[in-house]
């Protein structure tokens, strides 16, 4: 997925110790869609942004070649960076937890065991298999807890995953992270948000686990973030897997208002309050990514040509991504584009061979190639560019509403020579 660097990631630093689907890993076709994941082991939004910089600098090489995405229909979900998820059975007998010596007296130690027996004392009666977790790892804050069990009420097995995590309060993970996602690449069937009495905030999705619904395998979430920062993570699947096991019940097990209590329990918050807080961990100031994603949208649509009306946009979790869908009356077509600086240590993977040098300096290569996310008959076209002090601007455009749609027309609304007028404008320098 070449423009979306917004998503990309590179599971060489990861150190998964797996292939790690949604969304990491560097070189597979479909993001998100190709390979098998624990989804226990995503975690909730709230992981420092300049890791998140550094990440998408990392796998920025990828250029024109396929990324991963970074999906998840219940929000701003990432991986944890470092260690692979330590599957552990549930034990016949209970563990406590013992006091951990940490700066906040209220801090205490959740084990792996306890995380799998708390979600299974949560859920409804049935039975239990397959289950693993992490607890707590003070060495590192950014590793996040999780649960998941393969769930069965008698009508089916089901997956069933939960993970905690801390977020700024009122900060830009907080409210990404009960958004309800964006349908031009997210498709999905509902999407609710509501208030607790507590002043909590959680978003229910009902979604699946292919965005193109090639294999109909549904995920349904739950996400709520407390006004404390707590952020739990809800998922469930009707297949004992989410990914390569076959459909074993119509819909997830639990409906919208039990995954909801389920998100809202009070026992996550207490693994929340027992993760360390790392003092490496910064924030941007609350409304910063937004406002910048909102001026890259406006530049886009101010050098959108004439004739072409713009009928959607939006911005991901990156405020470096934005797109917009335009019509020309003959189609909706996708065009979306990455605003990246200080790209210069990249910039020999991403402008190889064909690619050209402008009077400037300026490094141009173009591209022609299918789309990536399964829409029959999408195409992609690319412009990619870089400035000589590493100032990339790369655009895309489909000739489709949505890469996972199929082609609404025969190619893109933009020309080549548009999008090249685009990515090398001067109002991207501001």
């Not at 090489?61 to 396929?66: I, K, S, T």
């Not at 990514?289 to 990156?318: F, M, N």
Request: proline share 7%.
């Amino acid at each position: 997925m070449p423009v979306e660097q917004r998503h990309i990631d590179s599971n060489s630093d990861s150190d998964d110790g797996q292939a790690f689907e949604v969304r990491l890993s560097a070189a597979l076709h479909d993001a998100g869609d190709t390979f098998d994941t624990d989804r226990g082991a995503l975690v909730a939004a709230g992981t420092v942004r300049g890791r998140r910089l550094r990440l998408r600098r990392r796998t920025a090489v990828l250029g024109g070649a396929a990324g991963v995405a970074l999906a998840g229909v219940g929000g701003a979900l990432l991986v944890p960076w470092s260690g692979s998820p330590s599957g552990q059975s549930r034990p016949p007998s209970s563990v406590s937890t013992t006091p951990h010596p940490t700066s906040s007296p209220a801090a205490r130690a959740v084990t792996s065991d306890e995380m799998i027996r708390t979600l299974e004392k949560l859920l409804p009666k049935g039975t239990f298999g397959k289950a693993q977790g992490r607890g707590v790892d003070a060495s590192d804050p950014l590793v996040a807890p999780y649960a998941q069990v393969v769930y069965d009420d008698g009508r089916g097995a089901s997956a069933i995953s939960v993970s905690v995590n801390r977020v700024l309060p009122g900060g830009y993970d907080a409210r990404q992270a009960v958004r309800c996602p964006d349908k031009v690449y997210t498709p999905y069937d509902s999407c609710t948000t509501s208030h607790l009495p507590d002043a909590s905030v959680v978003t229910v999705v009902k979604g699946y686990e292919y965005p193109d619904r090639r294999v109909d395998t549904r995920l349904w979430t739950a996400n709520l973030v407390t006004p404390d920062g707590h952020h739990v993570s809800v998922s469930e699947w009707n297949a004992a897997a989410e990914k390569d096991a076959p459909i074993s019940r119509d819909e997830p097990p639990l409906s919208a208002a039990q995954l909801k209590k389920l998100a809202a329990a009070a026992d996550w918050r207490g693994v929340v309050d027992a993760i360390p807080e790392d003092p490496r961990q910064t924030q941007e100031p609350p409304m910063a990514q937004e406002e910048d994603g909102k001026a890259i949208r406006q530049t886009l649509a101010s050098l959108v040509p004439k004739g072409l009306k713009v009928v959607a946009h939006g911005s991901d979790d990156d405020s470096q991504f934005t797109y917009v869908v335009v019509d020309d009356g003959k189609g909706r077509s996708l065009v979306q584009i990455n605003v990246q600086p200080d790209m210069s240590d990249v910039a020999g993977q991403l402008f190889g061979a064909g690619s050209e040098t402008l009077a400037d300096g300026t490094r141009v290569a173009e591209r022609k190639q299918p789309g990536e996310k399964g829409g029959a008959g999408v195409v992609m076209w690319t412009v990619d560019t870089m400035r000589t002090d590493g100032f990339r601007v790369v655009i895309s455009a489909f000739n489709s509403g949505s890469q996972q749609t199929a082609a609404t027309r025969t190619a893109p609304a933009l020309t080549m020579k548009q999008l090249r007028a685009i990515a090398l404008s001067a109002k991207w320098r501001p």
